[in-house]
T-cell receptor, first 108, second 116 residues
Framework: AQRVTQPEKLLSVFKGAPVELKCNYSYSGSPELFWYVQYSRQRLQLLLRHISRESIKGFTADLNKGETSFHLKKPFAQEEDSAMYYCALRDYGQNFVFGPGTRLSVLP | NAGVMQNPRHLVRRRGQEARLRCSPMKGHSHVYWYRQLPEEGLKFMVYLQKENIIDESGMPKERFSAEFPKEGPSILRIQQVVRGDSAAYFC??????????????FGPGTRLTVL
């Protein structure tokens, strides 16, 4: 069965430091991977998807099929990046499987 | 476009009562998804519906839970005879589902259900 893991429940970094939120998945086919973000008191929203190969708010994520990973990275964290981040996988049935989430706290 | 709307935002029920959660998708969206987030856990898929059809309910508990998305009106997630373990945040998402099949889901703000 498909599964998404995010090993860190909480990640704290200082402003200006690089940040990497880890995501690993298990899926027998070719998955579609996403990162969702939920800022304080706001709804969950899409941050980026691997097929777009885009950089949003300075974040990038590369799908590594060999390591079955889709880590989210940003070279210089900002305080406004503090939020809950969810890695998600979509299977052929269009169903989403979400990871447990990582709370990113960017300290001043 | 107001985005995905869910109501109520907070719902308190006593054990054994029924809970009805509503989701109005974004305008023009005909696909709705329901997710549950238990405390300290990630989002878990429950059910995927199109207008008047349940496409996939593999994540839905077999008993007490049901969902519908009528031709007119919001999608309803119904929980009968609620128990304390049903306390969670329930999120709805909608998508346009273009012919390409890869489509963004837009999430509502969620309904927080508390069972006393």
């Amino acid at each position: 069965a498909q599964r998404v893991t995010q090993p860190e429940k909480l990640l704290s970094v200082f402003k200006g430091a690089p940040v990497e939120l880890k995501c690993n998945y298990s899926y027998s086919g070719s998955p579609e991977l996403f990162w969702y973000v939920q800022y304080s008191r706001q709804r969950l929203q899409l941050l980026l998807r691997h097929i777009s190969r885009e950089s949003i708010k300075g974040f990038t994520a590369d799908l590594n099929k060999g390591e079955t990973s889709f880590h989210l990275k940003k070279p210089f964290a900002q305080e406004e990046d503090s939020a809950m981040y969810y890695c998600a996988l979509r299977d052929y049935g269009q169903n989403f499987v979400f990871g447990p989430g990582t709370r990113l706290s960017v300290l001043p | 476009n107001a985005g995905v709307m869910q109501n109520p935002r907070h719902l308190v029920r006593r054990r054994g009562q029924e809970a009805r959660l509503r989701c109005s998708p974004m305008k023009g969206h005909s696909h709705v998804y329901w997710y549950r987030q238990l405390p300290e856990e990630g989002l878990k898929f429950m059910v995927y519906l199109q207008k008047e059809n349940i496409i996939d309910e593999s994540g839905m508990p077999k008993e007490r839970f049901s969902a519908e998305f009528p031709k007119e009106g919001p999608s309803i997630l119904r929980i009968q005879q609620v128990v304390r373990g049903d306390s969670a945040a329930y999120f709805c998402a909608s998508s346009l589902m273009t012919g390409g099949g890869t489509d963004t889901q837009y999430f509502g703000p969620g309904t927080r259900l508390t069972v006393l």
